[in-house]
């Protein structure tokens, strides 16, 4: 059935057309959108955040962390712990902004104004003349002008909805110390260990019990499904080998931006300064320039003198003791009137007497360096390079979508995009349902995996759709073998399961003794077996495991020797002896100051999240989809 769509694609989407178009008028176009697009995944006041929207944010963000960080691990970006992160955050945006608009809070033009001439990323944009570049703003960020003055306003808003939490945090000296020491005291210890291979020579295991074990736990014992795959992949590289670029075109290139390609001709001056800053006054900067001129008349009477001029009358403490030599620079690296007089001098001139804004300079020029600019065959593959992937983007648009069209035309093989677009069709065997640690490109992504595993792709052998799988990066794969799921035979995991018995049982007869003991040495220490004390802190565990650590460190210090117990699951059991504790030594006055403002920034941090906590009820916000069972490595946070 399909098959007869596709071969007769143009004459069924005729009939659709017309089939469809009435039923518009009657019923509306909204009852026709996907429900996809409707999907809400969170709620604010009312206001919903939809599934789309949420798509473009994590989009926004992964390509943004892909920039910074071009080495990270694409399976961490396409996690749903990260998916969930940015719903999270697009969530306390919201609430932010709905507490912000509900307090009057804004923020005033001189504010505004203040922030933006303080802010260096932004003189980037301005031209020598002063003016801001709004083009290359909009090019290199992506938004205009004045779309990202209502974001930074936004943004600096909801910053005072928190600040009158955070900034008002007061931390009492008593309670920074309780804070401090539970974290610095230490105990001194003594351990008695029972560990399970104590134990596990009085283990026996028998066939039985492997059996019954393996059938009572027969889901650890299944051997994932897998799948054999063949996909294609395109993206900027593979556009840009389709990209024709003619001779012509790259001898016009390279005319064009010959200085590129070579080195940029260099000067190397001496000068003399006598410094007259704009706060000096009419009379002093008269001085200043008549003592210029008198030192440029004695050294056009004795050029060989300059140096020695230069040394002994200079202002310019950088370059008087070497004679006023300023070594080789090329255009741009000085004040455009000393660069416009040294540029037009020729070799060994003295130029007159050249205002600028440090004062009057005498500027002697003493070589020159020319420009030197490869031949064309030498830089040819570098133009072309360039031009192909200036060219690429646009390519990639126009390849994007005869790469969409011809996958869903021939959905039995992928031969005919690869040899319409110029692509390799890749392989890859023990394909898993969820990316496996370490995989890159499309096999890193759960959205091209999901397809590949979808049903109708497994049930008819057939392409995927085009997947977008990274920035300008889209995919598509077809199952050409598959194995589901299915049990491991016992054979193959019995020496296993007989470990884990031994293991477990091994641990239980561990626990049983060590409990034993415990409450014997508590009723009558004499007899007691410890290992040699120990001191131990929540910074130093002395290679003690952190359950003995806080077990340690919660015994009553008021009657020592105080003896616990510690059950350590599969590590076995231990009896600790606290025998005394150990007061941290108090740290100099600069450290504790700065210990004490760490815990300031921790009840600050605590208080902000209480505070928005009690804004997220106010203003009734709710995720609406389930949140992830795997954890957000602290790597990928904020």
Known sequence: MFDFFRKYNKIVMIFLFLLIIPSFVLFGVERYQGSGRDEKVARIEGHDITKPEWDQQHRVETDRIRQQSPNV???????????????????????????????????????????????TGLAA????????DRDAFQRVTGRTPEQYEASVRSDMATQQVLLGVSGTAFTPPALAATTINAFYDSREIQVARFSPESFASKVAVSDADIEAYYKDHTAQFQAPEQASIEYLVLDLEAAKKNVVVN?????????????????????RASHILITAPASMSAADREKAKAKAEQLLADVKKAPNTFAEV?????????????????????????????????????KGEISGVIETE?????????????????????????????MRSQQATQEFAKAAEAFTDAVYQSPESLKPAADKLKLTIKTADNVARLPAPG???????????????????????????????????????????????????????????????????????????????LAAWTAKADGATFGAPVTVSRRDAQSQPLPVIDAALRADGSK???????????????????????????????????EQAQVGQSVSAAEDAAYYNMLKDRFKAEILVPKPAETLPTAAGR
């Open 560 to 594: 020592l020797p105080a003896i616990v117990g510690v059950d350590l699951g599969a590590q076995g059991y231990s009896v600790v002896r606290v025998t005394k504790i150990v007061p941290r030594t108090p740290p100099p006055p600069e450290l504790a100051k700065q």
């Open 247 to 267: 001779e012509a075109d790259l001898k016009t290139y390279y005319e064009q931006n010959a200085s590129r390609f070579g080195t940029k001709e260099e000067r």
């Open 73 to 119: 691990d694409p399976t961490l970006l396409d996690s749903d712990a990260l998916r969930y992160a940015t719903l999270e955050r697009m969530v306390r945006d919201r609430v932010l902004a709905a507490a912000a608009a509900k307090a009057n809070m804004t923020v005033s033009e001189d504010r505004l104004s203040r922030m933006f001439a303080q802010d």
């Open 310 to 346: 230069a040394r002994k009358n200079s202002q310019d403490p950088g370059s008087a003791e070497k004679g006023g030599d300023l070594d080789f620079v090329t255009k741009g690296a000085m004040v455009k009137p000393f660069e416009d007089a040294m540029f037009a001098l020729k």
């Open 125 to 132: 944009f301005r031209t020598p003349d002063g003016k801001f």
């Open 358 to 386: 440090f004062g009057y300079h005498i500027i002697h020029l003493t070589d020159i360096k020319p420009a030197v600019v490869p031949p064309f065959e030498q830089v040819r593959a570098t133009i072309e390079n360039d």
């Open 439 to 517: 995989a890159t490109g499309p096999l890193a992504s759960r959205n091209f995996l999901s397809a590949l595993f979808a049903a109708d792709s497994l049930d008819r052998k057939q392409n995927t759709e085009a997947i977008e799988v990274g920035p300008s990066q889209l995919a598509s794969g077809r199952v050409t073998k598959y194995a589901p799921a299915h049990p491991v035979p016992l054979a193959d995991v019995k020496d296993k399961i007989r470990a884990q018995l031994v293991t477990e049982r091994a641990a239980v007869l561990a626990k049983t003794e060590g409990e034993a003991k």
